[in-house]
Nanobody, 120 residues
């Protein structure tokens, strides 16, 4: 049974930094890409950053230049380095692994979420 375990959230002042981690336990046949999403009570879950198996990255416009996504394939772990944090970055952050199973079917795994709170 695969589980994604997130860590690194917390409370930080505006302008500060946090580093989120998301590690998979269990065996995954093939990881296609890894994503970070965030959600607030008043907004739909939004895609913040993505990294493919080939290392290509993509970011939401609101975080470009401030957030960096990276991965450690050997550890099945994805990271999100968040710098110059703003109060509007306050949200629950979720990781997602997009995978292929051995039969070729697609399956997405989600983390449980970690709270990030940025004070002004």
């Amino acid at each position: 049974q695969v589980q994604l375990v997130e860590s690194g959230g917390g409370l930080v002042q505006a302008g500060g930094s946090l580093r989120l981690s998301c590690a998979a336990s269990g065996s995954i046949f093939s990881i296609v890409a890894m994503d970070w999403y965030r959600q607030t009570p008043t907004k739909q879950r939004e895609l913040v950053a993505s990294i493919t198996s080939g290392g290509s990255t993509d970011y939401a416009d609101s975080v470009k230049g401030r957030f960096t996504i990276s991965r450690d394939n050997a550890k099945s772990t994805v990271y999100l380095q968040m710098n110059s944090l703003k109060p509007e970055d306050t949200a629950i952050f979720y990781c997602k692994f997009r995978t292929h199973r051995a039969d070729g079917s697609r399956y997405d795994y989600w983390g449980q979420g970690t709270q990030v709170t940025v004070s002004s």
